[in-house]
């Protein structure tokens, strides 16, 4: 584990970039592992900036996302879909038939996690998967349970995080409640795993994260056992 200390949003928002950066540049067909929300909104921005300057070249890259809300449709603006393409692969040259998100739409969830599984593990994984944390341990939409969940599933949100997206969204009862996610094994099968943590609100769960026990109550908790985990966090993150 490395951790990364960053004076604010912004100077965490460049350093992880600046990961993601040499990660391109060094292997320009890298398959990368993607988020969404404000954590790494920042991050994107930069690679936008990278990427105007003439400094990044995405026609080779190959994306998958963490997670969709089931019942959300890409042109919905609180899609996953939708937040991706607005705010990095619109802005750059990467393939959109490179960029990989769960449907929410499929009429059958069952067979499109077994589809989305499979297209991960035709990848062979992420070679970088980017990461927020969710104020309860949860990364992608992994929910504290009884067991670690391995592979591509639909969850039921908990109430936690349909409070802390409702934010988004005109009221707290237009937060869908379930959404497909990447499981615990496809997120470990990454080669690199990239934690951005921002605000005080997130320090006490990212101490459990980083130093507590390791139990799928705190799904994050397993990021302990990543044999190549940075953790770029800001100072109000790290106290």
Same mark, same amino acid.
């Given at each position: 584990? $490395?951790?990364?200390?960053?004076?604010?949003?912004?100077?965490?928002? $460049?350093?992880?970039?600046?990961?993601?950066?040499?990660?391109?540049?060094?292997?320009?067909d890298s398959v !990368?592992? !993607?988020?969404?929300?404000?954590?790494?909104?920042?991050?994107?921005?930069?690679?936008?900036?990278?990427?105007?300057?003439?400094?990044?070249?995405? +026609?080779?890259?190959?994306?998958?996302?963490? &997670?969709? *809300?089931?019942?959300?449709?890409?042109?919905?603006?609180?899609?996953?879909?939708? *937040?991706?393409?607005?705010?990095?692969?619109?802005?750059?040259?990467?393939?959109?038939?490179?960029?990989?998100?769960?449907?929410?739409?499929?009429?059958?969830?069952?067979?499109?996690?077994? $589809?989305?599984?499979?297209?991960?593990?035709?990848?062979?994984?992420?070679?970088?998967?980017?990461?927020?944390?969710?104020?309860?341990?949860?990364?992608?939409?992994?929910?504290?349970?009884?067991?670690?969940?391995?592979?591509?599933?639909?969850?039921?949100?908990?109430?936690?995080?349909?409070?802390?997206? +409702? $934010?988004?969204?005109?009221?707290? +009862?237009?937060?869908p409640k379930q959404?497909?996610?990447?499981?615990?094994?496809?997120?470990?099968?990454?080669?690199?795993?990239?934690?951005?943590?921002?605000?005080v609100k997130k320090?006490?769960?990212?101490?459990?994260?980083? *130093?507590? &026990?390791?139990?799928?109550?705190?799904?994050? +908790?397993?990021?302990?056992?990543?044999? &190549?985990?940075?953790?770029?966090?800001?100072?109000?993150?790290?106290?």
């Amino acid at each position: 584990m $490395r951790i990364i200390k960053a004076k604010n949003y912004d100077d965490m928002s $460049r350093k992880a970039a600046n990961i993601f950066f040499s990660q391109i540049i060094e292997k320009p067909d890298s398959v !990368l592992g !993607l988020a969404t929300g404000s954590s790494v909104l920042g991050l994107y921005e930069n690679l936008i900036k990278f990427y105007n300057a003439g400094d990044l070249d995405f +026609s080779g890259i190959n994306t998958v996302n963490l &997670d969709e *809300y089931v019942g959300l449709s890409c042109n919905n603006d609180q899609s996953y879909r939708y *937040y991706m393409d607005n705010n990095l692969f619109k802005h750059i040259n990467i393939k959109p038939e490179n960029t990989n998100l769960p449907d929410g739409l499929a009429k059958d969830i069952s067979a499109e996690c077994a $589809r989305y599984n499979s297209l991960i593990e035709g990848f062979g994984g992420a070679d970088i998967q980017l990461l927020g944390l969710g104020l309860n341990g949860h990364v992608g939409f992994n929910e504290p349970d009884d067991i670690f969940v391995k592979e591509t599933h639909v969850v039921d949100l908990d109430e936690s995080t349909i409070k802390a997206n +409702s $934010r988004f969204f005109a009221s707290e +009862s237009d937060v869908p409640k379930q959404a497909v996610t990447m499981g615990i094994k496809n997120i470990m099968q990454a080669k690199k795993v990239v934690l951005c943590v921002s605000g005080v609100k997130k320090a006490k769960i990212l101490r459990e994260v980083l *130093y507590g &026990d390791v139990t799928p109550q705190v799904p994050g +908790s397993i990021l302990q056992f990543h044999p &190549d985990l940075i953790v770029v966090a800001d100072e109000e993150a790290i106290i």
